[in-house]
C-alpha cells in the first residue's frame, strides 16, 4: 500500500494576482485578460496571470531590442552586472519561502523538494555572476610578423526565454543569469500553468538593479506568445526548454530569420544494472529515479534495463520500496510525490500503463490514481515485462511510471538504451570500472551517471543528444551560448598589396 498524505482542499484563501513585465512597468496587457491557475493537489484557484497577446508580445520585444541596442546593461562592466547578479541571488534566498510556496500550489510539487530548487537556483545566479567576469575572447600573436588576431565575444543581443511547468523557477535560473552575464535582453514566457514564481523573479531583477526593458516577463499561451517570441525578427536567439514535439515547432519558426536556437527537450533515461553492483544503492536510485517529481521529469530514470540475473530480485525490492513512497499534499514536508500537473496529463499517463497492459506488460504495482476527492494525483507505477518496442518503453509517459527492461550481454543493454529517438541521461550500476567506463562511452546521452542518479551542479553541463535537444546548458561556457565571436584581424607595418610593388 502507498503511504497517503491527505491534502487539505484550503491551501490559503488568498488568490495571488500577477500583472506582466513590460519595458520595466508591471501592467495589464493590452485586452487584459487573465489565465486562472487552478492547484493540481488541491483543486481551488491559487493565481491570476494577466494573460499576454501577440501584440504584448511585440511589445515586449520592443522593449528588450530597445534596452539591447541603446541601453545601459549590454554596456555595463563586467563587474557591475555581475554585482547586480550577485544581489539578485541573495534577494533569491531571502524571497525562497514565497517562491517556493507558488511552485508546490502551483505544479503540485512537494515544498521541501522546492525548498532545494530555490536554493539551487540561486547557487545557478551566483555562478553565472561569476562566469560574467571571466568571459573573454582569445587572442593570436603567432599568425606572422604583420598580423595580430583577436576574437571577440559579444553579446548575442536579444534572448526568448521560453519554460515549462516542471520546474519553474529552477529552468528560468538555468538561462536567464547567462544570458544577463553575457550582456543580453531578454523576454521571458513561463509555462502559462505556472508562471508564478517567475514574475516574482521579475520584482527581484527590477530591484536588484536590472534596468527597465532588460528583463521582460510575459505569462500567456504558447500558441500567442510563444510562437510571437521565437519568430519575430527582432529576437537573435530562442532559449527552449519543453517537450520535444514543441522544440521542433520552436526551431521551424525561428529558421524563418535563422536564430541561433538552443532546446532542451524530453528524455527516456535508462538505468542500466549488472549484477555486481550495489543493488541496495541502485534500489533507492530506482525508486527515486522514476518518482521524483512525481515522474513529470526530462530526467525521470523511467527505464530500468536489468541484467536477466538478477530482474526478479530486483523488481520485487524496487517494487517494495516503491511502496513507502509517500504520495500526497504537496505542502505536507514528508511528501515525496506530489500532484499530477493536470487532468488531462493523468488522463495521457493512465493510458500509458493501459496500453502496455493490454500489450502483455504486468502492472506489478499501482497503476491508478489516487482520489483524494480533489486534485489529481496517481500511484506509483511499476511495469514488469516491458519489451523494447512498446510505447511506454519508448516514448516519455512523464508520469511516475516505471518500465522494466531485461538484457544479457553488455551489447545488449546498450542497445536497448540507444534504441529510444532520445538520448538526455543515461546511468549504469557495476562495481567493476570497467563496466562502468564501456558502458557510459557507448550510450548516446548527455549525461552519464555511474553509480548514482540525477546528481547535478552548476559546473556541470547539461543537455541532450538526438531528440533531446540542441546545445547544453550550466557549465563553464554557458555564458558562451549567449554570444556571437567576432573576428578582429589587425595588420601591422606596411602592407603588400596585390597591386602594390613587391
Ligand atoms: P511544452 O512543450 O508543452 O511547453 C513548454 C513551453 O513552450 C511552455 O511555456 C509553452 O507555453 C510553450 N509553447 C507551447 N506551444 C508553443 C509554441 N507553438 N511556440 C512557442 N512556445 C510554445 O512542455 P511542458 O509540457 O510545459 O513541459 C514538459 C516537457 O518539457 C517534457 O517533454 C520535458 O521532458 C521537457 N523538459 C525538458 C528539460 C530539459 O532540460 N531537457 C527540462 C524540463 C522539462
Redesign the pocket.
Known amino acids: 500500500m502507498t503511504v497517503l498524505l491527505k491534502p487539505q482542499k484550503l491551501v490559503d484563501a488568498k488568490v495571488r494576482e500577477f500583472s506582466m513585465l513590460i519595458d520595466g512597468k508591471w501592467v495589464e496587457g493590452i485586452e487584459a485578460g487573465t489565465i486562472e491557475r487552478v492547484a493540481p493537489g488541491h483543486g481551488v484557484t491559487v493565481s491570476r496571470y494577466k494573460a499576454a497577446t501577440k501584440d504584448d508580445a511585440v511589445k515586449a520585444i520592443a522593449a528588450a531590442r530597445k534596452a539591447f541596442d541603446h541601453g545601459l546593461w549590454p554596456r555595463m562592466t563586467a563587474s557591475e552586472r555581475s554585482n547586480i547578479l550577485l544581489k539578485a541571488a541573495d534577494m533569491i534566498a531571502a524571497r525562497a519561502d514565497e517562491l517556493a510556496y507558488l511552485d508546490a500550489i502551483e505544479a503540485g510539487k512537494p515544498i521541501t523538494q522546492v525548498q532545494g530548487e530555490i536554493a539551487g537556483a540561486a547557487d545557478i545566479w551566483r555562478y553565472a555572476a561569476a562566469l560574467a567576469r571571466d568571459l573573454h575572447g582569445e587572442s593570436y600573436n603567432t599568425l606572422s610578423e604583420g598580423t595580430l588576431g583577436v576574437v571577440l565575444r559579444e553579446a548575442v543581443g536579444v534572448v526568448s526565454i521560453?519554460?515549462?511547468?516542471?520546474?519553474p523557477f529552477l529552468?528560468v535560473s538555468?538561462k536567464l543569469p547567462f544570458a544577463l552575464a553575457a550582456g543580453c535582453t531578454a523576454v521571458v514566457?513561463?509555462?502559462?500553468?505556472t508562471s508564478g514564481s517567475t514574475l516574482v523573479l521579475g520584482e527581484i531583477l527590477m530591484e536588484a538593479g536590472v534596468p527597465a526593458g532588460v528583463v521582460n516577463i510575459l505569462a500567456?499561451?504558447?500558441?500567442a506568445?510563444?510562437?510571437t517570441?521565437?519568430g519575430h525578427p527582432d529576437v537573435d536567439m530562442v532559449s527552449?526548454?519543453?517537450?520535444?514535439?514543441?522544440?521542433r515547432?520552436?526551431m521551424e519558426?525561428a529558421s524563418k530569420t535563422l536564430k541561433k536556437v538552443s532546446l532542451?527537450?524530453?528524455?527516456k533515461n535508462p538505468q542500466i544494472v549488472f549484477p555486481d553492483a550495489d543493488l541496495d544503492a541502485f534500489v533507492d536510485a530506482a525508486v527515486f529515479g522514476a518518482y521524483f517529481n512525481a515522474g513529470?521529469?526530462?530526467?525521470a530514470g523511467s527505464r530500468l534495463i536489468l541484467h536477466r540475473d538478477i530482474a526478479d530480485d530486483v523488481t520485487t525490492r524496487v517494487a517494495a520500496l516503491s511502496q513507502k513512497v509517500k504520495v500526497g499534499d504537496p505542502l505536507d514536508p514528508s511528501t515525496q510525490v506530489g500532484a499530477i500537473?493536470t487532468p488531462q496529463h493523468l488522463e495521457k499517463v493512465q493510458g500509458y500503463v493501459s496500453a502496455a497492459a493490454g500489450s502483455g506488460a504486468n502492472v506489478a504495482l499501482g497503476g491508478s490514481h489516487i482520489d483524494f476527492g480533489f486534485g489529481q494525483y496517481m500511484a506509483p507505477t511499476i511495469l514488469s515485462g516491458v519489451k523494447p518496442e512498446m510505447a511506454v518503453a519508448r516514448e516519455?509517459v512523464?508520469g511516475p511510471v516505471l518500465s522494466v527492461l531485461t538484457f544479457e550481454t553488455a551489447e545488449d543493454a546498450v542497445r536497448i538504451a540507444n534504441s529510444v529517438d532520445y538520448g538526455?541521461s543515461a546511468s549504469v550500476w557495476s562495481r567493476d570500472f570497467d563496466t562502468c567506463l564501456t558502458i557510459g562511452r557507448k550510450v548516446r546521452a548527455g549525461t552519464i551517471w555511474m553509480n548514482t542518479f540525477m546528481d547535478g551542479a552548476a559546473e556541470l553541463p547539461?543537455?541532450?543528444y538526438r531528440q533531446?535537444?540542441l546545445g547544453r546548458?550550466l557549465g563553464r561556457h554557458a555564458v558562451e551560448d549567449y554570444t556571437e565571436t567576432k573576428t578582429l584581424n589587425m595588420h601591422i607595418g606596411a602592407r603588400t598589396g596585390w597591386w602594390m610593388p613587391r
Open positions: 521560453i519554460t515549462p511547468w516542471n520546474f529552468i538555468q514566457k513561463p509555462s502559462e500553468l500567456g499561451t504558447g500558441a506568445v510563444g510562437a517570441m521565437t527552449f526548454t519543453g517537450s520535444t514535439g514543441i522544440g515547432l520552436t519558426n532542451e527537450l524530453g528524455g513529470e521529469c526530462c530526467n500537473i516519455e512523464f538526455l547539461f543537455g541532450g533531446s535537444g546548458e
